[in-house]
Each structure stands twice: as C-alpha cells, then as structure tokens.
C-alpha cells in the first residue's frame, strides 16, 4: 500500500470532505459517483446498483459526492440539499458514503469547482478504505444507470486479463422525445467509430473517453497522479494518463446507460453536443477524413517502429504521405524529442511505448483535425 500512502501524502485531497457513515470496514472495490444538482436522477442511478448481485455488493463501497461552487445559484444548493435528503433515507444492499462538498463551508471553491474536482474527492477519499493496491475504482455519473451485472462482469474482467485500467462498453438510454433519441444516436455513432477507426489506425488511445465508463485499480490511480481536477475534459486526460502508465482496454459487453439528457454544465461533452443538435448543429461536421486516418495510420507504422533510423530518414519517408505532415510534427516538437526517445530507449518494445507517451491522444487529436480536409 506504499504507492497509496505516499500519492495521498503528496497529491491526496487536503480539504475539509469526509465520507458521512463510513463504515469501518475494508472494501474491494468503491463506485465514485459526483451529483450536481442531481435529485431527478440520482436516485435511479443507485436502485440500478442496487440490483447488482449481493455478494459483490457487500465488498462494495458507494461514494456520493453532492457538490457545488460556494458560488453556485441558490436553486442549485436547494436542489442538492434535497438530493442529500433523499439518498440519506433508503437502505441499499451496498455501503453508502455520501460526501458533503455543497453546504455552507464545505462548497467547493469556485476556481476548481466541477466534476474534476468532485471526481477527485471521492477518488481519494475512497482510498483508505480499500483492500489492496488492486482494489478497483469505479467511476460512473448521477444520471448514469449500471447494468445488474456491471460489478461482476468488470471484475471478472479485470482478474482474467492482464490490465489495471479499462472503459466500459456503453448505450445511452433512451428519451421519450424521438428527437433527442435521433440525436444521441448520432452522437454516440460518431464517438464509437472515430475510436474503432483510431485504433485501427494502431493508436493506444483507440477508445471512448468517457467520465461515466472509466474503471482503474488504485495503484494505477495513485501512480499517475490521481484525477485532474479539470471542470471538463477531466476524462479524457485521465485516461490519457492511464494509457501512458499501463495501457487501457475496452471491456466489451455494454454494462453502462448514461442519460442522453440535453444539459450545457461545459463546454464538453454528451449533454453539451445535445443541447448544440436541438439548436440545429450539425454533428456530421465532427468526423474526422477517412484521409486523415490513412496518414495517421501511416504515420504511427513508421514512427513507432522506427527505433534506430535518424530522423533526417524518416522526415524524408513523411514527405510522401503528405506535403505537411512534417511541418505538422515540427510544430509538435519532434526535431527536439527524437534523440532523447531513441536513446533513452533500451529495446525497440521500449521506444514503441516511448513513442505513444509522446505522441499521446492530444496530439492524435490535432492530427485527425489537421489532416481532415
């Protein structure tokens, strides 16, 4: 558990939040949930854990984090003391921890306010309590409903393959408005095929980032420095992180449903691209040229296997991909990082991981933009 004293000694929450009721008990995994002004759908989100098998449920701990900014709108703070009120009440069949980070002295301070933030809290909170350094994380969302066998399935998953962090296959549940069930379908078309078509293209980072499907022991989350406390985006360079340290994989089977609900909190994300859609965007526009993971496909085949050729080679090889793609890799530092990947690289195994913690998913990202015509 040394990876684990010390991540909490250094980086770990400071603050004045707390897990209320905790139980002394030590759990083998814990369910991270942020809610924000969640008292419609919070509720659900529990009963939907609730129906998970029994014996997993027992060495399960939940974390509710109700949060909002000290600043945050009064309806906002009425609307989370209710939610308070109402998952204080019920018995569940697991432990719950609900974490008071929206009342008077305990509001999240309004530089750091938002679901980053909340994410960490509960993260790090959760820590203490676990078995192991292989314990796992859970992150999922307060509009978000978990599949009976979402516990089960991902730990089996976990302790049959050689992994420490995943994503787990997702369908956003369905609206009674056929306009919003058009739209969502759309959305999540575009983030499952533009991550099938990166990971075609041999990325590591081939995978749906999203807050609501991640999972992780906690030592990979204490070894890459916890949760960003990011008001958005926190997702994608968490996972970003993870793919770094340990890789991450997709589990499969659809085991998660999060709200397809039209909601701007940021300026990401599912709720953000609905509400854009009910106001005529086109999300066609968002997809990246099947051109653009041609190149990329060919750049990662000559980049991450080139261990021991000289850049002035490879810049020349590029130059026949496309006109700019060397250009494009000058703006991204290659003329100053290839010597140093290269030497620092003991094995070509070595230099391939190297390479992808260079060129990680933002970068990938600004490629597919660059080279989509």
Same mark, same amino acid.
């Given at each position: 558990?040394?990876?684990?004293?010390?991540?909490?000694?250094?980086?770990?929450?400071?603050?004045?939040?707390?897990?209320?009721?905790?139980?002394?008990?030590?759990?083998?995994?814990?369910?991270?949930?942020?809610?924000?002004?969640?008292?419609?759908?919070?509720?659900?989100?529990?009963?939907?854990? #609730?129906?998970?098998?029994?014996?997993?449920?027992?060495?399960?701990?939940?974390?509710?984090?109700?949060?909002?900014?000290?600043?945050?709108?009064?309806?906002?703070?009425?609307?989370?003391? *209710?939610? =308070?009120?109402?998952?204080?009440?019920?018995?569940?069949?697991?432990?719950?921890?609900?974490?008071?980070?929206?009342?008077?002295?305990?509001?999240?301070?309004?530089?750091?306010?938002?679901?980053?933030? %909340?994410?960490?809290?509960?993260?790090?909170?959760?820590?203490?309590?676990?078995?192991?350094?292989?314990?796992?994380?859970?992150?999922?969302?307060?509009?978000?409903? &978990?599949?009976?066998?979402?516990?089960?399935?991902?730990?089996?998953?976990?302790?049959?393959?050689?992994?420490?962090?995943?994503?787990?296959?997702?369908?956003?549940?369905?609206?009674?408005? @056929?306009?919003?069930?058009?739209?969502?379908?759309?959305?999540?078309?575009?983030?499952?095929?533009?991550?099938?078509?990166?990971?075609?293209?041999?990325?590591?980072?081939?995978?749906?980032?999203?807050?609501?499907?991640?999972?992780?022991? %906690?030592?990979?989350? /204490? %070894?890459?420095?916890?949760?960003?406390?990011?008001?958005?985006?926190?997702?994608?360079?968490?996972?970003?992180?993870?793919?770094?340290? /340990?890789?991450?994989?997709?589990?499969?089977? &659809?085991?998660?449903?999060?709200?397809?609900?039209?909601?701007?909190?940021?300026?990401?994300?599912?709720?953000?691209?609905?509400?854009?859609?009910?106001?005529? =965007?086109?999300?066609?526009?968002?997809?990246?040229?099947?051109?653009?993971?041609?190149?990329?496909?060919?750049?990662?085949?000559?980049? @991450?296997?080139?261990?021991?050729?000289?850049? *002035?080679?490879?810049?020349?090889?590029?130059?026949?991909?496309?006109?700019?793609?060397?250009?494009?890799?000058?703006?991204?530092?290659?003329? *100053?990082?290839?010597?140093?990947?290269? #030497?620092?690289?003991?094995?070509? @195994?070595?230099?391939?991981?190297?390479?992808?913690?260079?060129?990680?998913?933002?970068?990938?990202?600004?490629?597919?933009?660059?080279?989509?015509?």
């Amino acid at each position: 558990m040394n990876t684990i004293q010390s991540y909490l000694k250094k980086r770990g929450i400071s603050g004045p939040w707390k897990i209320a009721s905790e139980s002394n008990q030590k759990f083998d995994r814990a369910v991270i949930i942020p809610a924000y002004s969640e008292s419609e759908y919070l509720p659900k989100t529990l009963a939907s854990l #609730n129906e998970n098998n029994p014996s997993f449920l027992k060495d399960t701990l939940i974390v509710v984090v109700i949060n909002n900014a000290e600043n945050s709108p009064e309806y906002i703070l009425k609307n989370n003391q *209710h939610c =308070f009120e109402l998952v204080s009440s019920p018995k569940y069949r697991f432990s719950l921890g609900i974490v008071d980070a929206f009342s008077n002295g305990l509001a999240l301070p309004p530089k750091y306010a938002g679901v980053g933030l %909340a994410r960490k809290i509960g993260m790090d909170l959760a820590l203490p309590h676990l078995t192991s350094p292989q314990s796992l994380i859970f992150c999922t969302d307060a509009d978000t409903q &978990v599949s009976p066998d979402y516990l089960s399935k991902v730990t089996q998953y976990f302790e049959s393959h050689d992994t420490s962090a995943a994503v787990i296959s997702f369908e956003h549940l369905q609206s009674k408005d @056929s306009t919003i069930n058009d739209a969502i379908e759309k959305y999540e078309n575009f983030l499952k095929t533009t991550a099938e078509k990166m990971q075609d293209a041999g990325s590591p980072y081939g995978y749906v980032a999203m807050g609501s499907t991640m999972v992780c022991t %906690a030592e990979a989350y /204490c %070894a890459v420095g916890g949760m960003p406390r990011k008001t958005a985006t926190e997702d994608f360079y968490f996972l970003q992180e993870l793919t770094k340290y /340990c890789g991450v994989h997709t589990i499969p089977e &659809v085991l998660v449903y999060p709200s397809p609900r039209p909601i701007s909190r940021v300026y990401l994300g599912t709720g953000y691209r609905m509400e854009q859609m009910q106001k005529g =965007f086109d999300i066609t526009i968002l997809y990246y040229s099947d051109e653009a993971f041609g190149y990329l496909s060919k750049w990662l085949k000559i980049g @991450s296997h080139a261990f021991e050729i000289h850049l *002035h080679d490879i810049l020349k090889k590029l130059t026949d991909i496309h006109p700019h793609l060397v250009e494009f890799l000058q703006l991204e530092g290659i003329e *100053h990082i290839w010597s140093k990947i290269q #030497n620092n690289a003991p094995s070509k @195994s070595h230099f391939t991981e190297q390479f992808h913690r260079w060129f990680d998913g933002l970068k990938t990202i600004r490629f597919l933009k660059r080279f989509t015509s």
